[in-house]
């Protein structure tokens, strides 16, 4: 991937300057990438993918050995990360499929953990529609939360948010949620 990348540039400065960039920081975009995303050969897609997204805007970059490009690398195989995890989890979403299914067979005392009465006294159908009335990051957040039992840190992570704004999509998605299943119920 180096090699190939480095053909791409014109002049033997730049080839070191992005080459020293790679040796500096790519076990440190595998860390990052290898704890998000739980794979290695996941991780390593990612870590090529962000370097291909550097690659693009390497002319941004003044020093190769500093905190801002740290950061900047970082932040990169991060979004690649929530990038190939979105792909990956997008057929997951909420439907009134197999993840809902999930929640139907949980134990009672599961759902009641997660879900307040008024949303138990619908049919998993019902939820299912409604569920699809909610914006996308409402129902991916729901469905971390929900079906796959993270807390609100992981969310963030994932999501490549702050916790508080997990805290107030999950609110803003049961809030939601109620509003539309209220419709339904003709109140």
């Avoid at 009641?112 to 914006?135: C, H, I, M, N, R």
Wanted: net charge negative.
């Amino acid at each position: 991937m180096l090699t190939s990348l480095l053909l791409l540039i014109d002049t033997p400065e730049e080839r070191n300057r992005f080459e020293q960039l790679y040796h500096e920081y790519e076990r440190l975009m595998f860390y990052v990438a290898k704890k998000r995303l739980g794979d290695d050969h996941l991780a390593e897609d990612a870590v090529n993918e962000a370097f291909i997204r550097i690659f693009k805007n390497f002319d941004k970059i003044e020093e190769i050995v500093c905190p801002r490009t740290k950061k900047y690398v970082v932040v990169i195989v991060r979004n690649v990360c929530a990038d190939i995890y979105a792909r990956r989890h997008k057929d997951n979403e909420f439907s009134a499929g197999d993840d809902l299914e999930y929640l139907a067979e949980t134990s009672d005392s599961n759902i009641a953990s997660t879900q307040d009465a008024f949303f138990q006294k619908y049919d998993l159908g019902v939820l299912g529609a409604a569920l699809k009335e909610l914006p996308e990051i409402y129902q991916t957040t729901l469905y971390l939360y929900i079906v796959e039992e993270r807390n609100w840190a992981e969310i963030a992570d994932i999501m490549d948010c702050n916790i508080e704004t997990v805290k107030k999509r999950i609110y803003r998605a049961r809030r939601d949620l109620r509003a539309i299943l209220e419709v339904h119920d003709g109140k």
